[in-house]
């Protein structure tokens, strides 16, 4: 069976400074992983992948299969970026996505 | 707006009574899915369909849900016999079958089981 923490569920940061979003898996296979972020009154919808390897709206995540986690990181929040963000795994050839409890992030202006 | 649509946005039912929701995905995309989530808690995997074929159903999945696709459009997710336990967010996404895996979700049909 495949899990996913993400040990803090809020985090508040000052515009500006740097937000690291903690994710570790268990999985005994090649997991696919994935952020997914909900802004205030908004569905979920995906902020980045791993396969991607790609900064999305100055996000970034690494695969780091030796610590299985996926931290996603900004080195400056903006005001913008207060949302919910949510880890989620998806196990090689499978389509479902089994998702962490989830980060608050406020940021204060 | 042309994102995944699901109706009806709340329900409130009283334990007991049977309930049916309904989600249309984006157009041509073939794979569907429904989750669960309740307060506090990530989106949680209940069935997925490619097409009209319903492939995998999670163990949440008690024989008092039903999912269907009869046509590989729309789907349908009917609860009978309601628990208070019931109560939560059903969210519906679909994905396109070349870009697996990217989900696109639905707003969510929030239950409320008195």
């Known amino acids: 069976a495949q899990r996913v923490t993400q040990p803090e569920k809020l985090l508040s940061v000052f515009k500006g400074a740097p937000v690291e979003l903690k994710c570790n898996y268990s999985?005994?296979?090649?997991?696919?992983l994935f952020w997914y972020v909900q802004y205030s009154r908004q569905r979920l919808q995906l902020l980045l992948r791993?396969?991607s390897r790609e900064s999305i709206k100055g996000f970034t995540a690494d695969l780091n299969k030796g610590e299985t986690s996926f931290h996603l990181k900004k080195p400056f929040a903006q005001e913008e970026d207060s949302a919910m963000y949510y880890c989620?795994?998806?196990?090689?050839?499978?389509?479902?996505?089994?998702f962490g409890k989830g980060n608050q992030v406020v940021v204060i202006p | 707006d042309t994102g995944v649509s699901q109706n009806p946005r709340h329900k409130i039912t009283k334990r007991g009574q049977n309930v049916t929701f309904r989600c249309d995905p984006i157009?041509?995309?073939?794979?569907l899915y429904w989750y669960r989530q309740t307060l506090g808690q990530g989106p949680e995997f209940l069935t997925y369909?490619?097409?009209?074929?319903?492939?995998?159903k999670s163990r949440l999945l008690s024989d008092r849900f039903s999912a269907e696709r009869p046509k590989g459009s729309f789907s349908t997710l009917e609860i009978q016999r309601t628990e208070q336990g019931d109560s939560a967010m059903y969210l519906c996404?679909?994905?396109?079958?070349?870009?697996?895996?990217?989900?696109?979700f639905g707003a969510g049909t929030r239950l409320s089981v008195l």
């Open positions: 996404a679909s994905s396109f079958h070349r870009e697996e895996n990217i989900q696109y």
């Open positions: 999985y005994s296979g090649s997991p696919e």
């Open positions: 791993h396969i």
């Open positions: 989620a795994l998806s196990p090689y050839g499978n389509n479902r996505l089994a």
């Open positions: 157009s041509e995309h073939n794979r």
């Open positions: 369909f490619q097409n009209e074929a319903q492939l995998e």
